[in-house]
């Protein structure tokens, strides 16, 4: 029999809420039994109404779900994302769901300036709606993905992606002493308390790798404006409000995440941002400068609010070096010192990348990723495959340990975006390999030209390897 969803009244019999705003139950259960009754979920992460004279109640994205976890519930309705007419149940939402902010040391002019011109280059610019309206959220709990957050078609996918890869370290990989037993697929199913410890997890072990596993800083918005607008001062609307919360204890850091854990996970907050930010503060903006080197453009964020290399690397490793091969390059490819070394990955990473471009290919060229990269201490990899982040990972640990579980495994693929309907696994061989019946260079150039871009991606570590998309139209998104 299908649970009913009900709130439950708690101190009131009318109204509830730590918010800014009361919370009526009788109007939430109306949108709850109308939600349950009325609507179904579409692809497009959007609930149609089946009742064509209702077209008003026809909602997009995040409201009724915060209102109704303030409520003291027995039930939880995690996934319900919902926009009402102000005139229909009144105006909540996941504003009233944050915790009120208390301390902090609130930040100064002079740092919101160099935080700004160093994620996006400049202190006029403010970013668009697809950076600023942009949290951390998790897909249906009972879909598919469970374990994935949602990604937007633009620039900011690749930094979601990388922080996408820690939750996926943290559900499969927690206890070390499960990883000879068989793995449990339940694993890729979490409940919505084990992926949101997951996130918590992930966006403390970023901040602390950041700050050098000794100190880092947490940056949270609040609702007054930290200093006084001089003339011509062009504010973006959040690094003016910032209050920064600074950790010398991993332990402290976490309880810090976990209290404000909704500050990064709802638009309103913009909680990708605030992470952002606190990234960069955890490291020091003077040391992020400092790791990118003389590159020509040191920002984060590109002009096309593209996720840039430094910021990658950055998540992943807790530098914003400019380049992805093993330690610092001294030499060009003609053997000549080069004046001022590349900085690269210094040690085995948390989290792998991979990289392939079909220019490369056509130019002659080869980014260099390194084995500290293509070997990390978990199999999972960031992908950029022709200018398109995505997220490759095996729920087998020994991938990255035993050589023998190299010849015949799994990959899974992951991209976060409403167009992925359900899980794309790969299964790659690699003793036999990949078959050819070319005959001459032409022949086998044409043939290459045939292999989908992502096996070729991955034919950058497995070399030859056989890849079978099992049933799968092979794509990158």
């Known amino acids: 029999m299908k649970r009913g969803i009900m709130a439950t009244e708690s101190k009131s019999d009318t109204a509830v809420a730590s918010g800014t705003a009361g919370v009526d139950v009788t109007h939430l259960n109306s949108l709850l039994k109308f939600v349950e009754t009325e609507t179904n979920f579409t692809d497009d992460r959007k609930y149609a109404s089946r009742d064509p004279n209702a077209r008003n109640y026809v909602v997009d994205i995040t409201r009724a779900k915060s209102a109704y976890n303030r409520l003291e519930t027995t039930t939880r309705f995690e996934e319900l994302k919902l926009t009402l007419p102000a005139d229909t149940f009144g105006s909540f939402g996941p504003a009233s769901r944050l915790k009120t902010l208390e301390g902090g040391t609130p930040i100064s002019m002079e740092v919101a300036l160099a935080l700004r011109k160093l994620v996006t280059g400049t202190t006029v610019h403010k970013l668009t709606q697809d950076w600023m309206k942009l949290g951390f959220m998790f897909q249906n709990e009972n879909g598919p993905f469970a374990y994935g957050i949602y990604t937007q078609k633009n620039g900011s996918k690749g930094f979601i992606l990388c922080v996408q890869a820690f939750i996926l370290k943290h559900l499969l990989f927690r206890h070390s002493r499960d990883l000879d037993a068989p793995f449990d697929l339940s694993l890729l199913q979490p409940t919505s308390w084990k992926r949101r410890d997951a996130l918590i997890d992930a966006l403390t072990e970023i901040l602390w790798q950041a700050g050098g596993k000794t100190r880092c800083c947490v940056a949270l918005i609040q609702e007054t404006r930290c200093f006084d607008l001089p003339i011509g001062y062009r504010q973006d609307c959040l690094s003016e409000y910032l209050h920064l919360f600074y950790f010398t204890k991993f332990q402290e850091l976490r309880t810090c995440i976990k209290t404000y854990i909704s500050y990064f996970e ?174 001459t260079a032409l022949q086998k150039s044409e043939e290459e030209k045939k292999i989908p871009p992502l096996e070729r991606c991955i034919m950058t570590k497995w070399f030859g390897a056989h890849i079978d998309w099992n049933g799968t139209m092979p794509y990158v998104t």
Request: glycine share 6%.
């Open 266 to 439: 709802y638009e309103s907050s913009h909680g990708a941002l605030l992470f952002l930010y606190s990234l960069v503060l955890s490291r020091s903006i003077d040391q992020v400068l400092n790791d990118m080197g003389e590159v020509k453009y040191k920002q984060l964020i590109t002009d096309q609010e593209d996720t840039s290399i430094p910021l990658v690397n950055l998540v992943l490793t807790g530098r914003a070096v400019p380049f992805q091969h093993n330690g610092d390059q001294i030499y060009d490819d003609d053997g000549k010192v080069l004046a001022i070394p590349e900085r690269g990955i210094q040690e085995r990473s948390e989290i792998g990348f991979m990289y392939w471009h079909r220019e490369e290919k056509e130019q002659h060229i080869r980014a260099m990723v390194g084995s500290m990269y293509k070997t990390p201490r978990h199999p999972i990899w960031i992908t950029l495959v022709n200018g398109l982040y995505g997220l490759l990972f095996s729920v087998n640990q020994h991938l990255v340990s035993d050589w023998r579980v190299e010849h015949k495994f799994d990959l899974y693929y992951y991209t976060g975006q409403a167009t992925q309907t359900r899980p794309t696994r790969l299964s790659v061989e690699t003793r036999l390999g990949r078959s050819s019946h070319a005959r």
